[in-house]
């Protein structure tokens, strides 16, 4: 009875990969999110998304692209992955935007 | 843009006594939302307490407290009676109103604390 989970929980590839990370919430909620956490442990948000509309963060590459086949997924593709890309990703979601987000429990990729 | 700023990045106390960690923001807004979540060893985000901004009455959620202090641009967060299972990094986290955008939350780089048995 996971409330937002995410797919997997380890991730080690090769730079020039493409990967994607899974991300669902059972949770009814409209609006989710996916997080960067680097190595010094700070989080910063990457992408917010709901029904009518998707805010990048203005710092992500281009590589880097969500996809939402449901209100209850938010998928995290990366093309061509950099070494800097290693990082824990955090999946997020909140009922509207002035609500609590829950979060996942995180994805720890390694990009050798 | 929105900024948080945690000044301690490290706090220890004895278990059982109360400490107090730091949070201070920056914004031009009057309706926003305030955060504090807990990042234990697992690295599971889980949420501590939340503040509205309108509200002048301080959040409190059992044992943690919050100090809202809105002219001042402060929020700290009071642990009382502190466990040895609330060892964790802390964050503090500012959102805006955004009355219906998909706006995300802006964290402070957090503050480990440590509780000595």
């Known amino acids: 009875d996971t409330a937002v989970s995410q797919t997997p929980k380890y991730l080690v590839t090769q730079m020039g990969n493409d990967k994607s990370i899974k991300c669902e919430q059972n949770l009814g909620h409209d609006t989710m999110y996916w997080y960067k956490q680097d190595s010094k442990k700070f989080l910063k948000i990457m992408f917010s998304?709901?029904?009518?509309?998707?805010?990048i963060n203005e710092t992500v590459p281009n590589r880097f692209s969500p996809k939402s086949p449901d209100k209850a997924h938010l998928n995290l593709h990366i093309n061509s992955l950099e070494l800097g890309d290693s990082a824990v990703y955090f999946c997020a979601s909140s009922q509207g935007a002035a609500e609590t987000q829950y979060f996942g429990p995180g994805t720890r990729l390694l990009v050798l | 843009a929105q900024t948080v700023t945690q000044s301690q990045p490290e706090m220890s106390v004895q278990e059982a006594e109360t400490v107090t960690l730091s949070c201070t923001y920056d914004?031009?807004?009057?309706?926003?939302?305030l955060f504090w979540y807990k990042q234990p060893p697992s690295r599971q985000m889980i949420l501590v307490i939340r503040?509205?901004?309108?509200?002048?009455q301080n959040a409190t959620e059992n044992r943690f407290s919050v100090n809202f202090q809105k002219a001042a641009k402060s929020f700290s967060l009071k642990i009382s009676d502190s466990q040895l299972g609330d060892a964790a990094m802390y964050f503090c986290?500012?959102?805006?109103?955004?009355?219906?955008?998909?706006?995300?939350?802006?964290f402070g780089k957090g503050t480990h604390l440590i509780i000595q048995p």
């Open positions: 503040q509205e901004a309108y509200k002048q």
């Open positions: 914004t031009s807004e009057s309706d926003y939302y």
């Open positions: 986290a500012y959102r805006t109103y955004s009355g219906g955008g998909a706006d995300g939350l802006t």
């Open positions: 998304y709901n029904n009518k509309e998707l805010i």
